[in-house]
């Protein structure tokens, strides 16, 4: 008789009792599976309650109608086809210098003096010329008198009325030489006198006392800017430019004078794209009041081409906090919504426009400070 196997068994059993142990009953499955989801809704802090509603007027914004608006930052530049350098045509060593950067000068003022050698060969080419002219005038009237009595032939005549025309115009070319360096040939002086050839504003400078100038292979000494008329440069974004329309007007505050509005026309929209920023200029031609300084800084406004209806309220009815706008609408008998809005520009009676946020006809608080403050209590 064979003896059975006993490792063999025991591993049954094993296997059996593993089966058994990974059904758990269906209580203990409940148990170990994960709680359930619970949703908090958070109290929407713009919301708030109070007891006594009746303290506090409520009042309906208005329609009213207005263009809408685009305002960008620019600055005040001089007006390029203004700008009128002055320049020496005589080199030489700067003496004195009778107008300095930022002065205002006028048409015919002497700006500088200007020691100049180009003038004592000018002037010596002059008489030069003189010279030439008055000998050949008497080889002419010889030749005339030669050729009537046949001693000459009448080629020869030619010459001396061609050698006589070629003096003269030698004297006019040297005559006009002087004139243009700004010598009175009558009084002959190696000093150059350097006049503003309009009235300005000296907007650049580039000569000191004592300096040299090589006439026009130097830069120009001074340049003179006319500022009656300015140009105000600004950016405007890609999405705006369809609120800026060339020839139409804008209006202009300077950051210095915020309370003083001046009229511009659009003469220029930039055909080129700042591909970092996204912006094109625009030039702004303005008539300049006598505030305007070129680098100022200002506020343009333009105004789009058709007209929106938009909410007006009473200016206390919103409320400035944190750099925003708000205003407080009315929810049931007891509760209140503080809404985000958009302020635009102050109105005749006290009141301010509401660019976004709410519409005509809608219920606000009066006075939303007040409010606020009761609120916060």
């Known amino acids: 008789m064979k003896c059975p196997r006993f490792p063999a068994v025991i591993l049954g059993l094993v296997l059996v009792l593993l089966a058994c142990g990974c059904k758990a009953p269906e209580s203990d ?57 002055v320049i020496s045509l005589a080199s030489g060593r700067v003496l004195e210098i009778g107008a300095r950067l930022g002065d205002y000068v006028k048409k015919g003022q002497l700006l500088m003096k200007v020691q100049s050698a180009d003038i004592s060969g000018a002037y010596s080419d002059y008489q030069q010329a003189i010279a030439d002219e008055g000998l050949a005038r008497k080889q002419l009237e010889r030749s005339k008198l030669l050729y009537q009595r046949g001693a000459i032939a009448e080629k020869d005549l030619e010459v001396a009325e061609a050698a006589e025309i070629k003096a003269t115009v030698t004297i ?47 830069p120009s000494p001074f340049t003179i800017s006319d500022l ?45 794209l700042d591909p970092n920023i996204r912006t094109a200029k625009v030039r702004i031609e303005v008539e300049n009041p006598g505030l305007m300084r070129p680098g100022m800084f200002v506020t343009a ?49 006290n009141m301010q426009e509401v660019i976004s946020g709410i519409a005509p006809g809608q219920q606000v608080i009066a006075n939303a400070l007040e409010f606020q403050n009761t609120v916060q209590q």
């Open 172 to 218: 006019t070319t040297t005559l006009e030489h002087l004139r243009v360096l700004g010598v009175d040939p009558d009084h002959p002086s190696p000093i150059v006198e350097i006049k503003a050839p309009v009235s300005g504003v000296i907007s650049d400078q580039q000569v000191t006392n004592a300096a040299g100038v090589q006439g026009l292979a130097s």
């Open 301 to 349: 406004t333009f105004h789009g081409p058709q007209k929106e209806t938009r909410a007006a309220v009473p200016a206390p009815a919103i409320l400035h906090l944190h750099d925003r706008d708000w205003v407080y609408i009315p929810l049931n008998d007891r509760r209140f919504r503080r809404v985000e809005v958009v302020g635009g520009d102050m109105l005749p009676g």
């Open 29 to 85: 499955q409940k148990a170990e599976a994960p709680p359930a989801l619970k949703v908090q809704r958070v109290e929407d802090r713009n919301v708030v309650e109070v007891d006594h509603p009746e303290r506090f007027s409520l009042t309906a914004s208005v329609a009213h109608t207005a263009r809408p608006e685009l305002k960008v930052t620019g600055t005040v530049n001089p007006d390029i086809s203004r700008n009128v350098p």
């Open 228 to 272: 009656t008329h300015v140009w105000i440069v600004c950016d405007v974004f890609e999405n705006d430019l369809d609120d800026v329309r060339l020839g139409e007007n804008a209006e202009i505050r300077l950051n210095a004078y915020p309370k003083r509005v001046i009229a511009g026309t659009i003469g220029n929209i930039g055909p080129i």
